[in-house]
Every structure is written in structure tokens, then in C-alpha cells.
Nanobody, 125 residues
């Protein structure tokens, strides 16, 4: 059973950057996919990005393409989400989620079974 723990959230001004980390444990090898999701107050949780085993495939929501970058360092069992050019509408709780899989990823909430507690990202001047 995978366990994931997020970190790296905070308060940042519009146009600023943050790097979120998702540390994975409980995996015997690197055949797992990680998804990043976010939930704003009063809204449903939405898929932001995902990455498969070995770094492929990757997906991004249209709203973050060109601004966010997902990557993974399997030696550190960590997946990163680099958030650049942040906007107030990026505010929310960011969650990472894991699922055992090879060469696959998804931005659908229902596809993932292991979830972290979330890290708050607030974009405000």
C-alpha cells in the first residue's frame, strides 16, 4: 500500500512560484503513478497534473499548461510539482495521490487510492 505525504505549500504573491513535493513510501519499486489535485473552497477536487512510472506519460490541466511542471526523482521517492506564474485562482489545497501502475497516469480522482493530507497554496497580494 502506497503512502504519500505532500509539502511545500505557502502564501505567495501573484506571479510568484512554489515547489510542491510528494514523498512516496510503501513501494517496492518505481511502478507507480502520482497525480496532483487541488480543491478550492466550495469547489470539487480537480486534477492538475500526473506522471507515470519512469516519468511517462505526463498530463496537465489546460488551466496550468505552460506554468506548472511535474517531475519525479525515483532515487528520492519524490514527485515534484513546480508552480510558476501563480494566479489567485490557483489558490486551494493541493493533494498528491498514488496508484500502482506501469506507464500510465490519470487526472481523475476516482483512479487513485492513496491520498495525502494536502498542503495549502494561497496566491494573494
Amino acid at each position: 500500500q502506497l503512502q504519500v505525504v505532500e509539502s511545500g505549500g505557502g502564501l505567495v504573491q501573484p506571479g510568484g512560484s512554489l515547489r510542491l513535493s510528494c514523498v512516496v513510501s510503501g513501494a517496492t519499486d518505481d511502478t507507480y503513478a502520482i497525480g496532483w489535485f487541488r480543491q478550492a473552497p466550495g469547489k470539487e477536487r480537480e486534477g492538475v497534473s500526473c506522471i507515470g512510472s519512469g516519468g511517462r506519460p505526463t498530463q496537465y490541466a489546460d488551466s496550468v499548461k505552460g506554468r506548472f511542471t511535474i517531475s519525479r526523482d525515483d532515487a528520492k521517492n519524490t514527485v515534484y510539482l513546480q508552480l510558476n506564474s501563480l494566479k489567485p485562482e490557483d489558490t486551494g489545497i493541493y493533494y498528491c495521490a498514488g496508484e500502482r501502475a506501469f506507464n500510465w497516469c490519470s487526472r481523475e480522482v476516482r483512479q487513485f487510492g492513496s491520498w495525502g493530507q494536502g498542503t495549502q497554496v494561497t496566491v494573494s497580494s
